[in-house]
């Protein structure tokens, strides 16, 4: 059969789709995706079911709300409830969160590997010499390299050099993308197709080897037959609400992966009622939460043009912080500028000298996710007091860089301090602050631990290889079996574990 | 729409546009002299509010009502935020931003996110900062009926 990617407008004068495949893969981001790829070249006929919309390149728009739309899960008003409201970032479309993140590539850090490997039990399958196996085809395929001096615009080229007369380490980002034109639009899907994100590479390159994509479609159950999993019901439906479109029904001979992010994968599982034996479905909930701040420089920082994110500093991460470089879209910026009214108009017209540096935390915190109201999802995550110190002493930090850097003046944005701070002496009341998250405006990113991996099915969701405990033949691919947090993005290495999972699956 | 009450009250919606006004004031810098008024912002807020998680709508409207009654609480007048002078709306506005009750200071923050989200997607208000978006029309909320002010 030949590939396509099919949604509800394609489907919508049926009453039910239908389809059987060797393998059926719940989600189209870097775990499904990458899944699929491995499956289909390796000669196995491959479904994809993707709750998020189809949205070719020609279809992107600037506009921020558009993307939202379109591209992100709940148009970007995910939160986490807990003592502050925290945006959780996800994307809901083909391509899944690579189609709208800063396209930044990391590889698990090794003490975080060994730390898996003798808590959790994960060496058997991930050694570390077949992950780095895997990291260098990714970043084969992928295009995974450093930043282009000529696309860095502004913000990039100072924080690099305010961490560099700092004395600390720092380099520019290593990006999937192939040819990068430095529009600063990462994050309302790459408008010239230059990002490596799922949708532009293995998506597409699955759908060549056969794979149909079922779009617009929210997988709500699974199938079962003669005890393993058997496949996936979903039911057609545009993501923003509109009539129900057909059910679907795709069958699987021999596997159905899970790879819907560590928010949706728990609650599949739990609708079909596996995974729960040890308790800790939908517990462990682990982030990245960061903060930012901004800093207006004499010069023009022309923040809309350049790499989104271009340079990071990873030099104290041992003390649990990343520093990054983040070119908001204006629509996003703007609301972080201080004042209201005319004042805030005023910081506006400045707006093209403004630098935005983020502080990225390997917080401790745990949360956890169920079904909410309304059809939706109840998120809780909650900063530990420890976490909101290491994320002051990381805003202390970047702060400093940004007035090495020669920031005339620093909007923190931190209730308790000023609006405008001129030197580093005004940062003196940042450390006296209560340790408390709602003096803060965070978000959280890189989602782990939801399914946690582990050989004891007393103690864990999944084995380390993501078949799931309890169903033969269910497997999780995504960062849902990450036993923790691991302080770098994500990406590469939930590609990274899904092409394991599947490549056993290949070959068994 | 059924159930669209939900979703918004029509003098709720208007309540939402004159906030934006309020928050995103026009002439209000040499260098950037475009406001929410100078935009189709109800359109915006209709779109918004058809589309958006209800949970999100339902916190947005309650967040109106408390802004809309602040000033019971915080001058002991019985007036609503937008009948008073301006200067008295900034006061009580800056009064909530200091605020050491979270969800209170988070009030106007809200409000004016929401409203940066929209207005600042423009593609004539990015232009007067030197932005050239990728694509100049505008978006699909400011473009319906060709329409590009509000009066």
């Known amino acids: 059969m030949s590939g396509a990617i099919l949604q509800l407008q394609d489907v919508c004068e049926r009453r039910e789709v239908t389809d059987s495949a060797d393998v059926v893969i719940v989600g189209t981001g870097a775990a499904g995706a990458t899944a699929a790829r491995v499956l289909t070249e390796a000669g196995l006929d491959v479904i994809l079911v993707e709750e998020g919309e189809h949205v070719p390149t020609a279809e992107l728009r600037s506009d921020m709300l558009a993307s939202f739309r379109r591209l992100w899960r709940d148009m970007g008003f995910q939160v986490a409830e807990g003592r502050a409201f925290t945006p959780i970032l996800q994307g809901r479309c083909v391509g899944g969160t690579t189609a709208i993140n800063g396209a930044i590539i990391h590889r698990l850090p090794e003490v975080i590997h060994q730390l898996w490997c003798r808590d959790h039990g994960a060496g058997d399958f991930l050694p570390y010499a077949k992950l780095q196996r895997v990291y260098d085809q990714l970043d ?72 149909r994509v079922y779009a617009t479609c929210r997988a709500e159950g699974l199938l079962r037959e003669r005890g393993r999993a058997a496949g996936v019901v979903g039911r057609f439906r545009l993501p923003l609400g509109g009539p129900p479109g057909p059910r679907l029904r795709v069958h699987a001979r021999r596997a159905v992966i899970v790879a819907a992010s560590a928010i949706q994968t728990p609650l599949l599982l739990a609708r079909a009622g596996v995974g729960g034996s040890s308790g800790l479905l939908g517990q462990r909930l682990q982030a990245h939460p960061g903060g930012a701040i901004m800093g207006l420089f004499d ?126 002496d005004g940062l003196a009341a940042l450390e006296s602050l209560p340790d408390d998250p709602r003096r803060f405006h965070c978000i959280a990113a890189h989602l782990f631990g939801t399914a946690v991996m582990g050989t004891d099915p007393r103690g864990s969701v999944v084995a380390p290889d993501g078949s799931v405990h309890g169903l033969p033949g269910l497997y999780v691919a995504d960062s849902s079996p990450f036993p923790t947090n691991f302080g770098v993005n994500p990406q590469h290495t939930i590609c990274a574990y899904a092409w394991l999972v599947a490549e056993r699956l290949a070959g068994g | 729409m059924p159930g669209s009450w939900l979703r918004g009250l029509a003098f709720e919606r208007r309540w939402l546009v004159a906030l934006f006004e309020l928050l995103i004031p026009a002439e209000a810098d040499p260098r950037f002299r475009l406001g929410a008024k100078d935009a189709p912002m109800h359109r915006y807020v209709d779109e918004l509010l058809r589309l958006a998680p209800l949970k999100f709508v339902l916190g947005l409207r309650a967040s109106v009502w408390l802004l809309q009654l602040s000033p019971l609480v915080l001058l002991l007048r019985p007036t609503l935020l937008l009948a008073l002078r301006p200067s008295e709306q900034y006061g009580v506005l800056d009064r909530l931003r200091g605020s050491e009750v979270y969800l209170l200071r988070e009030l106007p923050l809200l409000l004016k996110t929401i409203g940066c989200l929209g207005f600042c997607g423009l593609p004539e208000v990015q232009a007067q900062l030197g932005i050239q978006p990728r694509d100049a029309t505008p978006p699909a909320w400011a473009a319906a009926h060709g329409e590009q002010g509000r009066s």
């Open chain 1, 299 to 424: 010069e023009p920082v022309r923040p809309w043009f350049g790499a989104t994110q271009g340079y990071e500093s990873t030099h104290f991460w041992p003390e649990r912080m990343k520093f990054e470089a983040v070119s908001m879209p204006l629509e996003l910026g703007a609301a972080r500028l201080p004042g209201i009214g005319p004042a805030l108009m005023r910081q506006l017209g400045a707006y093209g000298h403004v630098a935005t540096w983020g502080v990225q935390v390997r917080a401790r915190a745990h949360g956890s996710v169920r079904p909410g109201l309304f059809g939706g999802t109840s998120i809780r995550y909650d900063m530990t007091d420890e976490d909101v110190r290491t994320l002051k002493l990381g805003l202390r930090r970047v702060s400093e860089a940004m007035f090495a850097a020669g920031a005339r003046e620093l909007l923190p944005g931190i209730h308790g301090l000023p609006e405008r701070i001129t030197s580093l």
């Open chain 1, 140 to 211: 084969e395929e992928l295009a995974v390299g450093a930043a282009p001096e000529a696309i860095l615009g502004g913000n990039n080229r100072l924080m690099r050099a305010g961490i560099e007369a700092c004395g600390w380490q720092g380099n520019l980002i290593r990006r999937n993308v192939r040819g990068c034109e430095g529009t600063s639009h990462c994050n309302q899907g790459c408008p010239n197709a230059r990002r490596q994100s799922m949708n532009n590479s293995y998506v597409p390159r699955a759908v060549a080897s056969g794979a």
